[in-house]
């Protein structure tokens, strides 16, 4: 069973910057993608920021040139450095991996719980 354990939110000040976590954990062979996620009150869940184990990242129109993703493949633990914050960006963070599963990777079926970012004006 794979876990993800989300960390490093908090209440920031509009311009300021956190630093998120995510480490997957249990019967790992391999990760593919990793992605950072947002949800805010009454919205749907986004996609803000993927990379790739090779280290291509991409990510949503909202946050380039403000957020950076990273990863440490041997910690098997995915980063968001999130600079120059809004009050927009405040959301619960979750993170999702492609897991090797036999000869096919895909996402966890079970989110983490979350790391709650408040971003105030």
């Known amino acids: 069973q794979v876990q993800l354990v989300e960390s490093g939110g908090g209440l920031v000040q509009a311009g300021g910057s956190l630093r998120l976590s995510c480490a997957a954990s249990?019967?790992?062979?391999?990760?593919?993608?990793m992605g950072w996620y947002r949800q805010a009150p009454g919205k749907q869940r986004e996609l803000v920021a993927s990379?790739?184990?090779?280290?291509?990242?991409n990510y949503v129109d909202s946050v380039k040139g403000r957020f950076t993703i990273s990863r440490d493949n041997a910690k098997n633990t995915v980063y968001l450095q999130m600079n120059s914050l809004k009050p927009e960006d405040t959301a619960v963070y979750y993170c999702?991996?492609?897991?090797?599963?036999?000869?096919?990777?895909?996402?966890?079926?079970?989110w983490g719980q979350g790391t709650l970012v408040t971003v105030s004006s």
């Open positions: 990379i790739t184990s090779g280290g291509r990242a």
């Open positions: 249990g019967s790992i062979v391999s990760i593919n993608r």
């Open positions: 999702n991996a492609d897991i090797l599963y036999g000869l096919t990777y895909r996402p966890l079926d079970a």
